[in-house]
Nanobody, 120 residues
């Protein structure tokens, strides 16, 4: 099993920045691809960004490229999501995910999420 705990969410103003963290524990999490999804009020959960197990490859949703950056520190078993130039439409619950194969489809493991609220 892999346990994922997100942190770093909260209330922020439009134009500001936040860095979300996801602490992973359990199995050798450095062997897992990791990613971030989000679910806005009244909408389906959507994939945002993914990073390979060794951090050498990243992939993100086209609409967030340039503002969202995913990274990981395997020594700390932590994945990050840097969000810049926040917009009100970024308001959502952000979920960390892990999978041995891909996190772009339905990942095997999910965190409970951290809420990001962006005020205009």
């Amino acid at each position: 099993q892999v346990q994922l705990v997100e942190s770093g969410g909260g209330l922020a103003q439009a134009g500001g920045s936040l860095r979300l963290s996801c602490a992973a524990s359990g199995r050798t999490t450095s062997n897992y691809h990791m990613g971030w999804w989000r679910q806005a009020p009244g909408k389906e959960r959507e994939f945002i960004a993914a990073i390979s197990w060794n951090g050498t490859s990243t992939y993100s949703l086209h609409s967030v490229k340039g503002r969202f950056t995913i990274s990981r520190d395997n020594a700390k078993n932590t994945v990050y999501l840097q969000i810049n130039s926040l917009k009100p439409e970024d308001t959502a619950v952000y979920y960390c995910a892990a999978d041995r194969k891909t996190v772009v489809a339905v990942p095997s493991y999910w965190g409970k999420g951290t809420l990001v609220t962006v005020s205009s």
